[in-house]
């Protein structure tokens, strides 16, 4: 597995990250092979929210690593906090506090090796973060702090104030879901790519060395479903397919080579728990798609060259 550094960290991490949002599904002795197998293939980055599994998940990743040979340095740990779901976000001192200690507890673990704020804040005050901030980081809790779904001002409101550097931003991309990548290709055009929905965020985080943590790689729309077989996709499948044979490998393997090939070096979050489906996506590092490829793939998908 390839690596890379996290942002302007010290973290050395693997370019695909083991997204742990549906191990609540996986039995006991699953969930042990599912830590196995990412560990198998270098995949040591382990990406969680205090809101997956209403926090079940944490907890159970906790007691199957416990039942691995691996230890804690083994691991790099991410989590998330924000969201309440169904009723708000808060983004006060003591909320985002209580959330990493109960994460930390779930956990079973003395620190985070990442602490990634979720949905932006509407009533967020700057001042309240920054002091949680300080006193995570003072206490050895929290060593590197990320955000999630992000404009670039947002960040730079909140970096007037945080004295830690924003390491991460987790933002939704997929082949079809790729909008940051086409406002940048239709400047100055009428055409459905055009509208600028995200503050240029994907030059924004390549100016200032921040990683774009990639969420749902396979899906189209807001968790509407999985483009790869899917016939609202025909040309893109085609071009899928006509890949994997030449490569000798799957379309899932393609699509994983596809986002690593861009230039912003793209943190890639695995969210699936099939263990094959792993492995095809590791083999995705091992593959440099051509700038031809690449160009075919986009437009397959319905984006356009103006």
């Known amino acids: 597995m390839k690596r890379m550094s996290l942002g302007t960290s010290s973290l050395e991490v693997p370019v695909i990250a083991a997204g742990c949002m549906r191990i609540n599904t996986l039995d006991e002795e699953s969930l042990e ?46 989590s998330k906090c924000g969201i309440v779901p169904g009723v708000m976000y808060d983004f006060s001192k003591e909320h985002i506090i209580k959330s990493v200690e109960s994460s930390l507890k779930r956990l079973d673990t003395d620190y985070l090796d990442v602490l990634v704020l979720h949905r932006p804040d509407a009533l967020m005050e700057p001042e309240e973060v920054a002091e949680a901030f300080d006193l995570l980081n003072a206490s050895g809790k929290v060593r590197n702090f990320g955000v999630s779904n992000h404009k670039p001002m947002q960040i730079e409101f909140l970096k007037k104030y945080v004295k830690q550097d924003i390491v991460t ?97 793209f943190q890639v979050i695995a969210g699936t728990t099939n263990l094959s489906r792993l492995e095809e996506m590791a083999l995705g590092c091992d593959i440099t798609l051509s700038r031809e490829e690449w160009y075919r793939i986009y437009l397959s998908a319905g984006h356009i060259l103006p």
């Open 169 to 265: 931003n987790q933002l939704q991309l997929s082949i079809p879901f790729s909008n940051m990548i086409a406002n940048g290709m239709e400047v100055n055009m009428l055409t459905d790519g055009a509208p600028d929905r995200d503050g240029s965020v994907l030059d924004y985080c390549r100016l200032k060395d921040m990683t774009i943590q990639a969420w749902s790689p396979f899906q189209y729309g807001f968790f509407e479903g999985v483009f790869i077989g899917s016939d609202k996709f025909p040309e893109l499948n085609q071009q899928l397919e006509e890949l994997a044979e030449r490569y000798d490998v799957t379309p899932i393997t393609i699509v994983a080579a596809w986002m690593l090939r861009h230039p912003a070096h």
């Open 33 to 78: 092979s599912y830590i196995n197998k990412c560990m198998e293939l270098g995949m040591n980055f382990f990406e969680h929210a205090d809101i997956y599994g209403g926090g079940k998940c944490e907890s159970l990743f906790a007691e199957a690593f416990a039942k691995t040979e691996f230890r804690r340095e083994d691991i790099i740990l991410q």
